[in-house]
């Protein structure tokens, strides 16, 4: 069954993509079963699909300096430059591509709920004691989306920090959970696009300087008002479910950035 899906695959790139086709299926990664997702072929600049959209997800913490990887399932040159710079941060070979040994990677990663390795579910969702995805402007499903999203955000800062822990004081909020702390009226905690971060062995500083690289278009900390001990990162300019319009907005005058 799955090797006659897979040679229907092949032979749809074929009629597809004549030029391009007996590389792609030959370089096609070997079949591996990851509990989470596997890739079945290379993706590179002019690839579209649900497995570009999947691999984006992953690489959105290697955005780079104020800029985001749209989840559009098209590999553009921000995926390609995300790749690469997630390539360079595990120390592998930096050509862009997802291929067997970025894949390799990415399924280490990954745990088989698809969460990155040092962030699960739990740790992002209703804060208040609750626990849950329920009781937001969104779908328990599309919220618990928005909280993957962000976790794979968080692994990279992690890694870019020093592989060292960081933790979350607040992921997701339900609305009654958004009140009981006093939160915005729109906060982005009610979406499950944000966290708010400390760490033991990064300065607050350090950390909100790092989100600006992460694909992190939310950034409070240092010298915002209630911000002094942790840092809030949010992927405000990617949540078109929200009051607010799409745009980048950071605070941490105490950090020099503002
Ligand atoms: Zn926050």
């Given at each position: ?33 990851d509990g989470c ?21 992953r690489?959105?913490g ?28 595990y ?13 390799a990677k990415l399924y280490e990663l990954q745990d088989n709920d698809c969460t990155p390795r040092h962030f699960s579910y739990?740790e ?24 993957l999203?962000?976790m794979w955000?968080l692994e990279a800062m992690r890694r870019?920090?020093?592989d060292e822990p960081l ?92």
């Amino acid at each position: 069954m799955r090797v006659n899906t897979l040679k229907r695959a092949a032979v749809a790139i074929a009629l597809a993509l004549p030029g391009a086709a007996i590389a792609a299926v030959v370089a096609a990664p070997a079949a591996h079963a990851d509990g989470c997702y596997t890739w079945n072929r290379n993706l590179y600049q002019g690839r579209s699909g649900s497995d570009v959209r999947e691999l984006q997800i992953r690489v959105a913490g290697w955005a780079g300096n104020r800029d985001i990887v749209e989840l559009d399932g098209i590999f553009g040159p921000k995926t390609h430059a995300a790749v690469r710079r997630f390539q360079q941060a595990y120390g592998l070979r930096v050509d862009g591509v997802a291929g067997p040994e970025t894949y390799a990677k990415l399924y280490e990663l990954q745990d088989n709920d698809c969460t990155p390795r040092h962030f699960s579910y739990s740790e992002l969702d209703d804060g208040c004691g609750r626990g849950g995805w329920s009781g937001g402007p969104l779908s328990a499903s599309e919220t618990r989306e928005n909280a993957l999203h962000t976790m794979w955000k968080l692994e990279a800062m992690r890694r870019s920090l020093g592989d060292e822990p960081l933790y979350v004081t607040s992921g997701f909020r339900s609305h009654a959970c958004n009140n009981q702390v006093g939160g915005a009226s729109d906060s982005q905690h009610l979406y499950g696009t944000s966290a708010d971060v400390v760490s033991r062995t990064s300065s607050l500083c350090e950390v909100a300087r790092d989100a600006r690289n992460r694909g992190f278009s939310g950034i409070f900390g240092p010298g915002y008002p209630d911000h002094d001990d942790h840092v809030h990162v949010d992927s405000r300019r990617e949540n078109n479910d929200d009051g607010a319009s799409n745009s980048t907005s950071w605070s941490a005058p105490d950090c020099g950035i503002g």
